[in-house]
């Protein structure tokens, strides 16, 4: 077997584009240089359309998990009471962080696998008046679920005055994102998922209301003080070194995505969605999540007859195709298979064929090209409609 060919199909990274990866080899350049500010002004727009906001991306040098931890330090304070919306382990990621700044999270544990219900938030913001804001995950990358954000703040409004802060790492830039018509306070995104390009970039971007609280807010740490960032973006630089390879990949990452046009790109990962759970459907193979709550950018599949490990390490070494486990409880019981930035549906369509032959080879009882043939059923479907 060709070994040096991998095929990258976790939720994160996923594979760079060829042009993509040719930017990032571009000269070094001076940070306070005008090549620089020319790069992060053209760049500012495009980030606030891929947000669905009028208002500047902050993009911080971190994983997505910086992000994270900025939306905390700079909205809230030690002491005080926020919900934390968790179904799955990026969620309570969002609740320690919290934690960790001596914040009170209030938990709505959430079974994983499901979404959330927007009317549990309400009665529990009712019941808990003190809540400075309510923290949620748009999809949930550990179990391949999409939670209901776009009517978060119909459920929060008029209850309560918590900000909506929205964890959107595995799915901005796949998914429709319009943090203004859905009233979302603070948004965030990384890098190394939907946006097609390496780990090391962060993204972030507040509503009026919330640069507000964070004006007020008297401790809003060092590196992470979004007002620094939002100061220098005004003048097309950062406080600090910004990863300028990553700012020169993500320059000519936009430029795919407009090229193909956002409703494309969001239609692609519907499509990629859609055929990836044909083919289990066919295979009689379960999954995690039901049709209303599955992500359009990783699919969560529950083998009840092989074990998704073992499988998983099959697969690997067989094709190099590499998907990822559960986390958590989930850990042994799920694979997840990525489908998100720079992938097509071509890549699901050999992804399932190598699957199939996997499931063969572990013991599995399937007929060859049943996933293949359903899926390939939705892309033409899909084509006809068109
Ligand atoms: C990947 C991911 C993150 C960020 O993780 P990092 O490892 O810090 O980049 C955060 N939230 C979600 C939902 C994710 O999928």
Redesign the pocket.
């Known amino acids: 077997m060709l070994k040096e060919q991998t095929f990258l199909r976790i ?2 990274p996923t594979p760079i584009p060829p042009s993509v990866q040719q930017a990032m080899n571009r000269p070094m350049m001076g940070h306070r240089s005008s090549e620089a500010s020319d790069l992060i002004s053209s760049i500012k727009p495009r980030l606030r359309k891929v947000f669905g906001s009028t208002q500047d991306v902050i993009i911080l040098t ?5 992000a ?1 931890e900025a939306a905390v330090v700079n909205t809230v304070m030690p002491g005080d009471e926020v919900l934390v919306i968790v179904t799955g382990s ?1 969620g309570d ?1 969002f609740a320690k962080i919290c934690e960790a700044h001596n914040v009170t999270a209030h938990r709505l544990d959430v079974e994983w696998g499901k979404s959330f219900q927007t009317e549990e938030v309400r009665s529990l913001l009712q019941k808990n008046p003190a809540i400075q804001a309510v923290f949620a ?6 179990t391949g679920v999409m939670n209901p954000i776009d009517s978060l703040s119909e459920a929060v409004n008029g209850v309560s005055e918590a900000l909506i802060i929205v ?4 799915c901005v830039g796949a998914v429709e994102t319009k943090m203004d018509d859905w009233k979302i306070d603070i948004m ?1 995104t ?1 890098s ?2 939907a946006l097609m390009l390496p ?1 090391g970039l ?1 993204f972030i971007a507040a509503s009026e209301r919330a640069w507000r609280r964070i004006e007020d807010n008297p401790s809003r740490g060092f590196y992470l003080d979004l007002l620094k960032y939002r100061k220098d973006l005004q003048q097309s630089s950062t406080p600090f070194t910004p990863a300028i390879s990553l700012l020169l990949g993500l320059d000519e990452a936009l430029k795919l995505l407009e090229t193909e046009g956002y409703p494309e790109v969001f239609d692609r990962h519907t499509l990629m969605k859609e055929m990836t759970r044909a083919a289990f459907r066919a295979l009689e193979i379960p999954l995690l999540t039901s049709d209303a709550d599955a992500a359009e950018t990783v699919t969560s599949v529950q083998p009840d007859d092989f074990d998704a490990d073992a499988f998983r390490k099959l697969v690997k070494s067989e094709f190099g195709l590499s998907m990822a486990g559960g986390q958590g409880h989930l850990s042994g019981q799920i694979f997840r298979i990525g489908h998100m930035g720079y992938c097509s549906p071509a890549d699901m369509l050999q992804t399932i064929a190598m699957i199939e032959i996997g499931l063969l080879k572990i013991g599995k009882n399937i007929e060859l090209g049943k996933g293949v043939s359903a899926a390939q059923n939705v892309y033409m479907s899909k084509e006809g409609a068109q």
């Open positions: 939720p994160g971190g994983s997505g998990t910086s994270l990026f990621r995950t748009y999809c949930e990358t550990s964890d959107g790492v595995s965030v990384g190394q998922k780990p962060a």
